[in-house]
């Protein structure tokens, strides 16, 4: 066998598949999760140009086309829930995104290795506990007679629960969000932190360079793909607001700054079961993430040079 078909035969699909068996085995049920959970669902989006029914299914139910998307964009809530969503998510990518960079930085800056341990400890604990029980913490520390509320009251606050007031719902939700997910977001930083070679330093510092000049000529420039590629995928997501903390914390009396698109699905589909309209709903708001994604993905590629794709 000559060599160029020896390569060619190396090369294929075939021989890669007899020779990393083991990988692709365990890449089956990855496979399998992905389609069975992810795509084939996509069938059910359908429904959003359906007047769905139960009993006639997606086959039988009569085909609307964009009612349901008109509906949603004549109807009062249009322009709350979607002003709502933009707001706390553009609120997150300022302060979730970016506090998470400056912990990393500021641990790879310390010299103490047992006082940085410790701050990792302590800032990536929250992480692990339960959604419901940090929306029960916030809820007992924001009502009327909570710790926090007894705090404020010295300072002039009235001591009514905090949750009652629609202006005081995205901070709370933005700052319980950093306590919770500051330590753990701080990893990947962290890891190419650590990355870094310790060569340039050394150069830098026989240079005359001190730890400023350091951070902001070594530091933060290596950092900068794992950023990008960071940022692009919280912008590909910055619609799909966290709706099982918001459906947790909000309540009537703060749904002007509160109600998002995902809690709007959640109350149309599966309590008023308006499910063609609930679905036509979240399909937009799928299409606006598409969107965002491939911009940021595309403006990255032009400005940093780093992409996903």
Known sequence: MSKPLRRQTQGSLGWDLVQNRSLYV???PVVLYFLLFHYLPMYGALMAFQ???PMKGLAGSDWVGFKNFFDFFD????GRILGNTLIISFLSLAFEFTTPIVLALMLNELRSQTFSG???TISVFPHFISLVIVCGMVKDFTGQGGL????LVPLGYDGLSMLQKPDLFRPIYILSGI??????DSIIYLAALMAIDPTLYEAASID?????RQLWAITIPTLVPTIVVMFILRVGNIMNVGFEKIILLYNPVNYETSDVIAS????KGLIDFQWSYSAAVGLFNSGINLVLLVAANRMSKKMTQSSLW
């Not at 926090?148 to 705090?151: G, K, R, V």
């Not at 306590?179 to 753990?184: D, E, S, Y």
């Open 179 to 184: 306590w919770q997910n500051v330590g753990w």
């Open 26 to 28: 365990l890449m089956i």
């Open 148 to 151: 926090l509320n007894q705090l």
């Open 118 to 120: 410790w701050v990792k």
């Open 208 to 212: 005359g360079a001190g730890r400023w």
């Open 75 to 78: 109807s009062y809530y249009f």
């Open 264 to 267: 709007f699905v959640y109350r």
């Open 51 to 53: 007047d769905y029914s």
